[in-house]
């Protein structure tokens, strides 16, 4: 077991840890000052995901073979890291019609943790592994670990006991590779250096987990055929706003009326993707939904098809 001596010599090296020269005299400066500050720092955020993009290419390409499979991607993280997955997760359902299982967070202290702190849950390496279990990973998953610090003992508990089942594993993590002394199939680094407040890791740190993450669920959806050029075609129509815009892509892609899309949308049940190859190749409902099967989903493909 590591002592407390231990982990407070091996929080002080962290770079999520380091004091950031910038603002040093933060307490002394004016409103104006310290925005300007916070701003001038996120700015090198983009500048560090940019440079891991590598990674989450290969990331994302796990992510895309776990659904074809029928597997998940599975967030685990604590605090901030932890509530950035869960929202990740719970924003891909209405956005690309995914089946919510597909994308799953789990945060430590359970879900109770999104808006209270937990204190302690993220120290709790069997609570890590036991959700993992509980979650049934197995195989054809991936689990992605993110822990701004890289030490976060629930985490990486929670991605070994994930990789001893046989799933993939991902790491993110703004501390440099190098220090991942953990076995991972992919390590996910994006350095972004000491936040403006020490160890504030809710400030950078979030932008980045929130970047990448967006990136990997944005990218292998648009591979499973989510989308038609830049459209989301899959959409949930759950709210008002969600049905209206589900009219105005089939407008824009068609050019047909409101009227003739609202009637299109209709016989598809809501469908985005039928109503667009509906009107396409002028089909049915019913060779709509043929077509799409045979092209697996992709809406280009399936008005290349001869009907």
Known sequence: MTSKREVFDEI????????????????????????????????????????????????????????????????????TSGRLGVLDAAECPPTFGSDPNMVQGIIAG???????????????????????????????????????????????????EARALGAKTVFLTMNPRENIDFPVDVAICPVVGPEVLMGSTRMKSGLAQKMVMTMVTTAAFVRMGKTYENMMIDLMGTSEKLRQRAHRVVML?????????RE???????????????????????????????????????????S
């Open 253 to 261: 892609v068609t050019g047909v009326s409101y009227t003739e899309a």
């Open 110 to 160: 359970g879900m109770g943790a999104l808006v209270s702190a937990v204190e302690g849950a993220e120290d709790d390496e069997e609570k890590g592994r036991l959700a993992i279990r509980e979650a049934n990973v197995g195989k054809d998953d991936v689990v992605f670990g993110v822990a701004a610090s890289r030490r976060t003992p629930y985490v990486k508990a929670a991605v070994d």
């Open 264 to 306: 299109a949308l209709d016989k598809a049940n809501g469908s985005v993707k039928t109503a667009l190859v509906m009107i396409l190749k002028d089909v049915s409902a019913e060779e709509a939904g043929a077509l799409l099967k045979a092209s697996d989903g992709f809406v280009r493909g399936a008005i290349q098809q001869d």
């Open 12 to 79: 002080s090296v962290l770079t999520t840890e380091g004091r950031n020269p910038q603002s040093t005299n933060l307490d002394q400066l004016p409103i104006r000052a310290i925005l300007e500050l916070i701003n001038v720092e996120d700015h090198r955020v983009p500048t560090a995901v940019q440079g891991e993009i590598p990674y989450i290419e290969q990331a994302v390409s796990l992510v895309v073979s776990a659904f074809k499979a029928g597997g998940r991607l599975i967030y685990v993280g604590a605090g």
